[in-house]
């Protein structure tokens, strides 16, 4: 017979109270052995997880997604033609509305980036693919100041190091473009 074990808050505390970090790890082992991990135990939202539910309330197209401390910033360009900017709760995938606005173009603007055979979640698994870590952000880039051809750039953070991820939007390969450090900021404050 299967049993499935529940741990309520007050539960949780009376065994940091009693048995300390040593009983609250036991704890822990027991209740994710049953299958039931609560909220806590949970993983946060990542890339992908923003993504998608940015998506499920406002149907389009992913244009840029990106990580700000708890929260990832999500720019959906809808059917419509509107631009939506998006906030995704990290710890719990709640999705709020920071502002919408309407193409002044005539959708010309996003025409490339509605074209793409290869969409931002897309771009994400092939950029984890060709360098693995996590994805910190994910931006369509079509700047024609040098004549290149458009592209998503994916930013993926790993062993302390940040490296960004070039994927044709046609064709989905991947190419790394270069690798900074995370502590540049670090070593610029020091004089």
């Known amino acids: 017979m299967k049993r499935t074990l529940y741990v309520s808050s007050a539960a949780a505390a009376a065994v940091l109270l009693v048995g300390g970090p040593v009983a609250a790890a036991a704890a822990s082992t027991a209740e994710a052995a049953a299958g039931s991990v609560s909220a806590p135990l949970r993983a946060a939202v990542d890339a992908e997880g923003a993504a998608a539910a940015a998506l499920k309330g406002h149907p389009g197209v992913v244009e840029s997604l990106?990580?700000?401390?708890?929260v990832w910033h999500v720019n959906v360009i809808g059917k419509d033609g509107s631009n939506t900017e998006l906030i995704v709760t990290a710890a719990t995938g709640a999705v709020a509305v920071e502002n919408t606005d309407q193409n002044d173009d005539d959708g010309n603007e996003d025409a490339a980036l509605v074209a793409a055979k290869v969409t931002a979640q897309q771009a994400m698994k092939a950029a984890v693919a060709a360098h693995p870590g996590q994805v910190w952000s994910v931006q369509w880039d079509d700047d024609d100041d040098n004549g290149s051809k458009p592209y998503?750039?994916?930013?993926?953070?790993?062993?302390?190091?940040?490296?960004?991820?070039?994927?044709?939007?046609?064709?989905?390969?991947?190419?790394?473009?270069?690798?900074?450090?995370d502590n540049d900021n670090d070593e610029n404050d020091n004089g």
Do not use: F, L, M
Request: aromatic content about 2%; charged content about 30%; glycine content about 12%.
């Open 152 to 181: 998503w750039d994916v930013e993926i953070k790993s062993g302390g190091k940040t490296t960004n991820v070039h994927v044709d939007p046609a064709s989905g390969k991947a190419t790394v473009s270069h690798d900074d450090n």
């Open 66 to 70: 990106d990580k700000d401390g708890s």
